[in-house]
């Protein structure tokens, strides 16, 4: 594709961009954008003790040790880019937009820049993310870690991420997104994820935010046949909001994926969670996860759609949740919806308090009432 055509494209996705800037979302809270900054100053002295400690709380070793590669942003500035494997390439995606003028047959492919005002600002308003591609029969020993860390104080860091597994391929990706304890601001994470024809993306993501931000991730993902995608979504420190509904696309025959998170929010942290796989294809298959614990005034609502398109599929819901105090509330809201004659989708939920008499039955062995607690929620 010639450059002047890529310009072209990015062009015209601003213009739509900039008619969706005031939609509202159609799930969760809104937020008035007015209220972030939408510049920062280069860092100096990036890499301090206090990054390096909450990178660690997140999964992220900034030593490289044990990973195939890393990719580190500070509030809008890519500043780490590092490959220390064969077959894998790690860059911010402003580089790999420069780079290659193929990715535009992927930018906003699994996604709409006019979604929301949340889309609509991460195009107008780009503060760097990633690109991260395993080549072709390539198989990752070792997994490709990303951090995404804000630090100036109520700040938009408005990333977009693309991931490309090709053909054959297999890939982890440990994503790690932090503030400082104390934090205020606007985290908005566009990903693309593409998986070629038999390939394999492992994707776990570690949020360790403060009462004070607000997180909207976007996030979409296409498959092919058979291709596999695994999402562990683990989050278990609060925030002001959070809403995320990942959309997977099983386009291929025999595709498969997998979305489990792990929620645990306390003091008046709001989690709108959830996931929606499509299954389009002969044999696609989907399993969508939610364990959550809501405590002080914390709610929580997940959410699950699973829509069957074509004969011979398979997808599964299943939430489970504990209150731990009367004030917080979670709510599951699974959604099945069959579109094709030979399938098969179900659901199960459970919320509620833990038993009284669970608690009783192990302090009756000899555990306190804190131990018994604890090995129920574990």
């Known amino acids: ?90 860059m911010s995606i402003s580089r790999a937009l420069e780079t290659y003028d193929w990715l535009m047959d992927y930018y906003w492919k699994a996604l709409n820049v006019d979604q929301d005002k949340f889309t609509a600002l991460a195009e107008l308003k780009r503060t760097e993310g990633y690109f991260i591609r395993a080549k072709k029969g390539a198989k990752i020993e070792f997994p490709v870690q990303a951090c995404l860390y804000m630090r100036t104080p109520k700040i938009a860091q408005n990333v977009h991420n693309v991931i490309i597994v090709e053909e054959g391929a297999e890939l982890h ?27 394999k993306l492992t994707f776990t993501m570690i949020h360790g935010w403060a009462e004070g931000v607000d997180v909207r991730p976007r996030t979409g993902v296409i498959l092919e046949d058979g291709a596999e995608f695994i999402s562990i979504y683990v989050n278990l420190n609060p925030v ?69 398109e074509a004969d011979h599929v398979k997808g599964h819901l299943e939430c489970r949740g504990i209150m731990l105090t009367p004030s917080s509330v979670i709510s599951a809201i699974p959604q099945l919806e069959a579109k094709a004659k030979d399938l098969e989708l179900s659901h199960e939920a459970a919320v509620g308090k833990i038993a009284e008499e669970e608690i009783q039955y192990l302090m009756a062995r000899g555990f306190s009432e804190e131990e018994a607690t604890s090995i129920i929620i574990r």
Not at 71 to 83: C, T
Not at 189 to 194: A, L, P, Q, T, V
Request: aromatic share 6%; net charge neutral; hydrophobic share 40%.
């Open 173 to 199: 990706v440990i994503t790690g997104c932090a503030t400082p304890r104390r934090a205020e601001g606007l985290h908005i994470g566009i990903s693309e994820f593409y998986v070629k024809k038999g390939g």
């Open 240 to 308: 002001r909001t959070f809403q995320s509904m990942p959309h997977v696309y099983l386009e291929g025959v025999n595709s498969k994926a997998n979305l489990t998170s792990i929620v645990a929010a306390s003091n008046r942290s709001y989690f709108d969670v959830g996931g929606a796989a499509y299954l389009r294809a002969e044999g696609a298959r989907a399993e969508i996860i939610s364990r959550t614990i809501a405590k002080d005034e914390a709610t929580i609502i997940a959410r699950g759609v699973i829509i069957g």
């Open 1 to 90: 594709m010639p450059s002047g055509e890529r310009v072209s494209q990015l062009e015209r996705l601003k213009e739509r961009a900039k008619e969706a800037l005031s939609k509202p979302p159609s799930i969760g809270p809104d937020l008035d954008l007015s209220s972030f900054k939408l510049e920062s100053d280069a860092p100096k002295d990036w890499m301090t003790d206090d990054l390096v400690e909450r990178a660690q709380t997140v999964g992220v070793d900034l030593s490289g040790k044990g990973r195939a590669g890393t990719y580190l942003q500070l509030d809008h500035y890519a500043m780490l880019e590092k490959v220390t494997a064969g077959g894998v390439e790690v």
